[in-house]
């Protein structure tokens, strides 16, 4: 009679000793899963609040920022219109130089064009359409990022509701703003997404470059670039003392 419990209070030990093996091994394996993933730095483990399920999820928020889920949304959403206007800025600093250099048009470096005078508008009226036009964008991005889908939904603007309906995930604009269909298909828009992000953070990071660059030599990033190809080995970022102020 004695011998009963003893033995069930055995097994329950046992039972309980391999389930927290068990466990341990999980949390261990889960860790390891966590580690391998594609990361920002080699071996180092993703946050909890990082799992994947965002477009070039890297495990990059060393200082946590994204820990609230209400915050984190938002940050994905702040990044991704700094990578679209990167991108757009970064088009709009070499094209242009590129097509002046080759004596297509005549326009000045980048960091001079905001004090270009044009003759099809004062500045003022550039000024004016450029906060209307923006200003409508961002409010029209803002409400569907607090309820997604609502800019499709007809009595919005005149008629036109149907152009300002979104894919169904806030950021990601549909029918006229999608004219080749990716959104239609969820894995090519999935795809989409994550080419997007990383084409927009190197625009982001060689906006700083362009920045930093124009500050250092004064000159634009075509003619820094001609300049190196002319001498490489002596044209160089550590070459300009300005640029490497520790130099």
Avoid at 86 to 92: I, K
Avoid at 109 to 121: H, I, K, L, R, S
Avoid at 209 to 231: C, M, R, S
């Amino acid at each position: 009679m004695t011998a009963t419990p003893l033995i069930a209070a055995k097994a329950a030990f046992a039972g309980k000793a391999v389930q927290s093996k068990a466990t341990v091994k999980a949390a261990a394996i889960s860790t390891k899963v966590m580690a391998a993933r594609t990361s920002w730095m080699p071996g180092s483990v993703h946050p909890k609040h990082l799992d994947g399920t965002l477009p070039g999820d890297f495990g990059f928020d060393p200082l946590n920022l994204g820990e609230d889920p209400k915050n984190l949304a938002w940050y994905v959403q702040a990044e991704l219109v700094h990578a679209r206007f990167a991108m757009l800025g970064a088009a709009g600093i070499l094209i242009p130089e590129a097509m002046t250099k080759a004596g297509i048009l005549n326009v000045p470096v980048w960091y001079e064009a905001g004090a270009a005078e044009f003759t099809f508008a004062s500045p003022f009226s550039l000024f004016m359409a450029q906060v209307w036009m923006m200003g409508f964008a961002e409010t029209k991005r803002y409400y569907d990022f607090v309820s997604p889908g609502s800019q499709g939904e007809p009595g919005s603007f005149a008629g036109w509701e149907a152009a300002f309906g979104g894919s169904g995930t806030p950021g990601y604009p549909g029918n006229s703003f999608d004219p080749f269909g990716y959104s239609k298909d969820p894995k090519m828009l999935e795809e989409m997404k994550l080419k997007e992000i990383k084409n927009g953070r190197l625009a982001m990071m060689a906006m700083l470059g362009f920045y930093g660059q124009a500050a250092a030599t004064g000159t634009g990033p075509i003619d820094n670039w001609l300049v190196h190809l002319a001498d490489p080995f002596h044209t160089t970022v550590a070459s300009n003392p300005v640029a490497v102020p520790f130099l």
